[in-house]
T-cell receptor, first 117, second 113 residues
Framework: GAGVSQSPSNKVTEKGKDVELRCDPI?????LYWYRQSLGQGLEFLIY????????KSGLPSDRFSAERTGGSVSTLTIQRTQQEDSAVYLC???????????????FGPGTRLTVL | GDSVTQMEGPVTLSEEAFLTINCTYT??????LFWYVQYPGEGLQLLLK?????DKGSNKGFEATYRKETTSFHLEKGSVQVSDSAVYFC????????????FGTGTRLTIIP
């Protein structure tokens, strides 16, 4: 079946503009994650959605970053007033519902490369 | 908080050489440990995992053993191939309910024929 898809694959924007990044998880996966891969910081967790529960936003670096997940499926990561340090590859992952007895693999999308000029 | 320290690269080896990429971690409770791989032009993929102490994860000739006493999860392969050239990430996940992955900085591996 189809994997995790992300759009756009590349985004170039000017400092101060807002951007929206989209993630389509694997059908049936209830958990969705956003990570950021940058040269200075490596791969870092941003936010986690699980079903209808309140999201874990503990990794969002500032209040310029927000994310939502509509209908328990598609997610949008929004960065307001972009800064040059926001330049990175933004990765989305999805997994089935986590359980105590097993680890459910996180399947990653190809990422969106964001460049802030 | 949780953290992963990974051997920095880049690492360049000849084909059929023995590979070790070191990984140590700091975590509370009983984390699960993973190696992810990112081949050129591709997305991040799970290579292997271990969910409790003394477990050995293996896949595609790679192995890693979860050593709680040394808080380590070193990646090894006995004979590398050119197709193993990629970036390798060590990662951990905390106890159930803490679902985020904490990654190491990644190690770029290049295998020359």
């Amino acid at each position: 079946g189809a994997g995790v898809s992300q759009s756009p694959s590349n985004k170039v924007t000017e400092k101060g503009k807002d951007v929206e990044l989209r993630c389509d998880p694997i059908s049936g996966h209830t958990a969705l994650y956003w990570y950021r891969q940058s040269l200075g910081q490596g791969l870092e967790f941003l936010i986690y959605f699980q079903g209808n529960s309140a999201p874990d936003k503990s990794g969002l670096p500032s209040d310029r970053f927000s994310a939502e997940r509509t209908g328990g499926s598609v997610s949008t990561l929004t960065i307001q007033r972009t800064q040059q340090e926001d330049s990175a590859v933004y990765l989305c992952a999805s997994s089935p519902r986590p359980s105590v007895s097993s680890y459910n693999e996180q399947f990653f999308g190809p990422g969106t490369r964001l460049t802030v000029l | 908080g949780d953290s992963v320290t990974q051997m920095e690269g880049p690492v360049t080896l000849s084909e059929e050489a023995f590979l070790t990429i070191n990984c140590t971690y700091t975590a509370t409770g009983y984390p699960s440990l993973f190696w992810y791989v990112q081949y050129p032009g591709e997305g991040l993929q799970l290579l292997l995992k271990a969910t409790k102490a003394d477990d050995k994860g293996s896949n595609k000739g790679f192995e890693a053993t979860y050593r709680k006493e040394t808080t380590s999860f070193h990646l090894e392969k006995g004979s590398v191939q050119v197709s193993d050239s990629a970036v390798y990430f060590c990662a951990l996940k905390g106890d159930f309910g803490n679902e985020k992955l904490t990654f190491g900085t990644g190690t770029r591996l290049t295998i020359i024929p």
